[in-house]
């Protein structure tokens, strides 16, 4: 699939699945099915996929066109893809001793039929994703990991699950491993609802390990290689997805502002709203402004992804920091603008500022990343 097939199928799907139903799943924080089928059927499931695993092969750069465009309609259904994008990545860079029993998963992905995404994130450790509180017990060939996850987009729908856990001989708290989780694994549970402020249709929910039995073959990287790989292989795709989001969302509030500011009217006056009020126009400018910033932004990384060299984990820190910062800024400019119609939520503006807040708190947030952006200036160590 080219470029240009990818992000034309996307924008098909966009339209006809996501925008009909983006606000009322929001309303009831309902997961969208018929979204993950259409985009399994597309193709889309195995964007990154080499061909011969049923995959398109595409790059970072088709990946993040098709995520803004899915994220203009609904970006609870982006960041499902995305975090789907990310567990796939994780299971395609698996040590050469997993592959027997990994494939047939690929194959799956690949004919569209399999969701994945990433749990990492525990109760006890919090954002710091990178310590995970449980640790995995050697039984034999397996291990046994019982956990508390406690964010898991597509909790209960995916058909498996990229969990972390610290190795069984692990000495520090960031020697962790990687192991792959199908969704019939006995003892993982969904533990508890989502009812989030945004991305309310993503099932972001809790999800319970207990005693769950793993065997070798399903340990996707070596003992304590799991802190490298989600630096290296999840955090660059992670950083372009968040801000592809981020840009969706940018887009979809400067469109649903200038309809609003082109369509409201002040009837005493016998203008429409953007026609009568410079300071509205002004705003609206500053958001394309901040909108084609991103944009601009996101094309860096691109290309420092596509072509690697010493400033490119500094982007991928940078372009996640700032893509959060910015789809807040929009949105909230959106809000006030759009005054008592958004504030009322008789416009999709309100469930774009909802949703624009969760980027900077996925982890690592803003802050986290802040910091360690200045500790990469001072020469200190980052964790
Ligand atoms: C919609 C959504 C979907 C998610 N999906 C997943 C998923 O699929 N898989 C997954 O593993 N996780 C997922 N998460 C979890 C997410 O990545 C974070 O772990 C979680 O949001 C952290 O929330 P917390 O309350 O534990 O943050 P806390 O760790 O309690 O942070 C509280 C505040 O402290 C700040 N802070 C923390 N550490 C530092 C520091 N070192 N320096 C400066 N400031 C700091 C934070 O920025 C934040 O403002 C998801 C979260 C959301 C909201």
Known sequence: MTHDAAVLKAREIASRVLAPSAGQNDTAGQFSTDAVESLGESGLLGLLLPVDLGGS??????????????????????MVYLMHILGTATILAARPSAARAITPILQEIGAGRHLSTLAFSEAGS???????????????????????????????????????????????PTDSTLYLLTAETRGLSVAGPWDGLGLRANASAPIALDDCQVPSDFQLTDD????????????????????????????????????????????????????????L???????????????????????????????????????????????????????????????SKHLSIERLFRDAHAG?????????????IGKSLLGLPLF
């Open 281 to 343: 126009r002004a705003q609206l400018a500053a958001m394309q402004i901040d909108a084609d910033g991103l944009s601009a932004r996101i094309d860096d990384l691109i290309e420092h992804l596509e072509e690697p060299c010493e400033t490119t984990m500094l982007r991928v820190l940078e372009t996640k920091a700032a893509a959060g910062e910015v789809a807040i800024s929009v949105t909230s400019v959106a809000m006030r603008v759009c005054g008592g119609a958004a504030f």
């Open 126 to 172: 919090r954002s710091h994703f990178w310590v995970p509180m449980s640790r995995a017990q050697r039984n034999g060939k397996s291990v046994r990991i019982s956990a508390k996850k406690s964010w898991v987009t597509s909790a209960g729908h995916a058909q498996s699950y990229v969990v972390s856990a610290l190795s069984p001989e692990g000495a520090g």
């Open 360 to 372: 900077a708190v996925m982890a690592p947030t803003g802050d986290v990343l802040r910091e360690l």
């Open 57 to 78: 092969g595409s790059g970072p750069r088709t990946f993040a066109a098709v995520t803004a465009t899915l994220a203009e309609a609904d970006a609870s259904v982006a």
């Open 224 to 279: 304590g290689a799991g802190f490298p790989a989600m630096l290296n292989v999840v955090l660059p795709l992670f950083s372009l997805g968040t801000a592809a989001v981020a840009l969706g969302l940018c887009r979809a509030a400067v469109a649903a502002t200038a309809s609003h500011l082109k369509s409201a009217r002040f009837e005493h006056l016998g203008q429409s709203l953007g026609e009568s009020l410079p300071t």
